[in-house]
């Protein structure tokens, strides 16, 4: 096991240096290419469909970016912690979306780790989980829609940065809060800081326990076994500042027995913290955390497909330590469950992987996705790194095709660079990030392509179409607040009070125009009884701050007080017909004496 380790770094000279070598490294390094072919190789013809889904976070964007590949062609974005009036979501106090949001935060968040549910370790094409670091939440992505279903604040933790579904099966969702804070909250107590990890129910979100961690948890995975959950930890000095976080030489993978900690729930060994079961480590009968050390503030947390080992990322130090996760409850010193610590460059990041024995490490200092053997790197045979390729530029997540499940396809690996300086046309000072994607299915990686993204994906996780497809919906199911064909309608429920129904098909609501009085709290309920997928109708009311947008089949209602007199017109914003621009109504406003 190789013991150069971090020692001769210090964090400004990583950064500095990330940046020289970064524009140093502009020519690929690979001998020439033929680029018809290998353009050929990310062409879909017209009317074609891309072999995957790939889902990427969109970091302060608040959402989900989800593009096809090879073609990396943008398909759709999901908005999750932000308003997007295009799928009228979160934008109009008063709808579902929006108040779902705002119940709990604000209006956007910070999106990192997108994460697929499994079934027997492989994508179910059911659900997605994102989480947002800056305001603790965590959400769910209905992938029958490509909606976002379910938002939760978690409890008792600051900054939820790494998620991790456990495998094989989903029994639950981790989510890692990074920020050291007290516990409970509400107090300036230094002493009482801690670093948290969640595991929530997968559909409501719900906390079914914590656990209380030290450090800062970073990113977070599982064993392929439901047994345990993994996270890098970088901060056991449990210091406050920059320079006090990089003090000492080794920091941890916390590993959590979730078998012990299910243990220690039954035999009541928790406290009550804000409504949530809270596990203190130090006070179970049975060991639920063990931290295994490794080189100082590691980043990536990624285990290998067939469940053999869990590796920390290096990120101040060059290397890569493998960890064998079946002995981890079996030695007496945590260092033997060591079996690796290759070199693989500056700056690594995260490792991703082929399924053919593998990892892929990106170098963020380097610019590079370094491609080595993982047997021989841990039999310490020297010819351990197969090939390396440059990236443009400062690459952080790396992710190959289905490599978070038990079979990856081992066919394409992206690069998520944090900087893409000169590859695309300027558009002002702040350029848009580079994805750069990356035939993995032979010995040699292939440069086949680069597309931007809006900031900033920090990680992506990608699906077969194939696998995906038949879970997709083409129209809603009606909902029980359907308006049927023949109930447009105006019901005055209250003095104050009046209920508006109505429908949208091509090129008509099912009201012309409706008439309340100022100051009436008002209901609008609009179906879209399109029965073919793709006839979208919207509804935004000229000058009154109202916008809903309805997929066929679906119910949307919004709630407002007509504080304002006159005539207003609602219309149309989906172009659906010819007739698209007269589909338009009247709204009156009575005014009050
Ligand atoms: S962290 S690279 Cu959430 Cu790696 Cu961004
Ligand atoms: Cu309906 Cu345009
Ligand atoms: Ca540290």
């Known amino acids: 096991m190789s013991k150069r380790s971090s020692q001769s770094w210090i964090l400004g000279a990583v950064l500095v240096a990330g940046l020289a070598l970064a524009a ?12 018809a072919s290998l353009s050929s190789r990310t062409y879909v013809p017209v009317g074609e469909w891309d072999k995957y889904y790939a889902f990427l976070s969109g970091g302060q964007s608040g959402g989900v970016f989800v593009y096809g590949l090879p073609s990396g062609r943008l398909i759709r974005s999901i908005p999750v912690y932000e308003p997007r009036a295009a799928y009228g979501y979160a934008s109009v106090p008063g709808t579902e979306s929006y108040e779902r949001l705002a119940a709990t935060g604000p209006m956007w968040g910070d999106t990192h780790h997108p994460i697929l549910s499994e079934s027997g370790g492989d994508y179910d094409g059911k659900s997605l989980w994102i989480n947002d670091k800056a305001n603790s939440r965590i959400a769910r992505v209905d992938l029958r829609t490509f909606e976002t279903k379910a ?58 326990f914590e656990v209380l961690m030290p450090g800062n948890c970073d990113i977070a995975d599982s064993s392929k076994d439901g047994r345990w959950a993994f996270t890098t930890m970088y901060n056991l000095e449990e210091a ?9 030489e080794e920091d941890a993978i916390g590993a959590i027995d979730i078998r012990a900690a299910e243990a220690a729930l039954e035999r009541g060994e928790f406290t009550m913290i804000n409504g949530v079961k809270v596990i203190d480590p130090e006070k179970t009968t049975e060991r639920v955390v063990y931290l295994i050390p490794v080189p100082k503030n590691p980043h990536g947390c990624d285990v290998t497909p067939d469940g053999k080992y869990v590796m920390g990322t290096g990120k101040l130090s060059p290397t890569v330590t493998v960890i064998d996760i079946s002995k981890i409850d079996q030695v007496e010193n945590l260092r033997d469950a060591i079996a690796g610590q290759p070199d693989v460059g500056l700056g690594p990041l995260h490792t991703t992987f082929d399924g053919r024995g593998n990892a892929y490490t990106s170098l963020f200092v380097d610019s590079q996705i370094v491609k080595w053997d993982i047997e021989k790197a841990i039999a310490g045979d020297p010819t351990y790194i197969v090939d390396r390729m440059d990236v443009h530029y400062n690459v952080g997540h790396t992710q190959a095709t289905l490599a978070e499940t038990m079979h990856p396809t081992g066919e394409y690996l992206l690069s998520l660079n944090k900087l893409s300086k000169d590859q695309f046309l300027p558009v002002g000072p702040t350029m848009p990030e580079s994805q750069e994607l990356i035939d993995i299915s032979g010995e040699k990686m292939m440069m086949l392509a680069s597309f931007p993204a809006e900031p900033e994906p920090h990680d992506a996780v990608f699906m077969l179409a194939k696998d995906l497809i038949p879970h997709v919906v083409q129209t809603e199911e009606l909902a029980e607040n359907a308006v049927p064909e023949d109930g447009s309608r105006v ?16 090129s008509k609501y099912g009201l012309n125009d409706f008439t309340v009085k100022q100051g009436d709290k008002v209901t609008i309920t609009i179906t879209n009884i399109e029965t ?52 338009r109504g009247r709204m009156m406003v009575e005014a009050s004496e």
């Not at 406050?240 to 000492?248: D, N, S």
């Not at 019901?491 to 091509?506: C, F, K, L």
């Not at 679906?554 to 007269?582: D, I, N």
Request: glycine letters at 6%.
């Open 532 to 583: 073919i997928r793709d006839m979208s109708h919207g509804s935004a009311n000229e000058n009154y701050g109202i916008n809903l947008a309805l997929d066929p089949g679906q119910t949307r209602t919004v709630t407002f007080v007509a504080e304002k007199p006159g005539t207003y017109w609602y219309y149309c914003t989906w172009f659906c017909s010819a007739l698209h621009l007269e589909m």
């Open 240 to 248: 406050v500042t920059i320079e006090g976080m990089i003090q000492r």
């Open 24 to 35: 140093a490294c502009q020519a690929p390094s690979e001998s020439p290419q033929d680029l």
């Open 491 to 506: 019901e005055r429920v209250g003095p104050n009070e009046v209920h508006v129904y109505m429908t949208a098909i091509r």
């Open 151 to 208: 938002i939760v604040k978690i409890p008792n933790l600051q900054a939820t940065h790494g998620i991790a579904v456990i495998s094989p099966d989903t029994s639950y969702i981790i989510a890692n809060g990074e920020f050291r804070t007290e516990v409970p909250s509400g107090r300036v107590d230094v002493t009482a800081y801690s670093s948290m990890m969640a595991f929530l129910d997968p559909m409501t979100l719900e906390p079914r």
